[in-house]
């Protein structure tokens, strides 16, 4: 079992800050790409960041003057520090791990529950 857990969700202010996490635990082998995506009501997910387990960092262009991603592989975590957070960042944020598990050995897509981030004055 692989398990995708996230914290660091909340509501902010505009203008204000928040920082999410993301740690992959369980049966793991490797874990490639980790990524931050977000969900608009009725819409799809879109991908935030991400990075590699190289920590090759790909922000999407709406926030790369405003979010950071990290990555810690010894703890198989990464972090999304969100600045300047305006009202239209607010969506629910989901963690992705792309993952090779000890057993069995087939790597698959995981996913987190999804954490609801809200920006308002």
């Known amino acids: 079992q692989v398990h995708i857990a996230e914290s660091g969700g909340g509501l902010v202010h505009p203008g204000g800050s928040l920082r999410l996490s993301c740690a992959a635990s369980?049966?793991?082998?490797?874990?490639?790409?980790m990524a931050w995506y977000r969900q608009f009501p009725g819409k799809q997910r879109d991908l935030v960041a991400s990075m590699t387990k190289e920590h090759i960092a790909t922000v999407d262009d709406s926030v790369k003057d405003r979010f950071t991603i990290s990555r810690d592989n010894s703890k198989n975590t990464i972090v999304l520090e969100m600045n300047r957070l305006e009202p239209e960042d607010t969506a629910i944020y989901f963690c992705y791990a792309r993952v090779t598990p000890l057993k069995p050995i087939v790597t698959s897509d995981y996913w987190g529950q999804g954490t609801q981030v809200t920006v308002t004055s």
């Open positions: 369980g049966n793991i082998f490797i874990v490639y790409d």
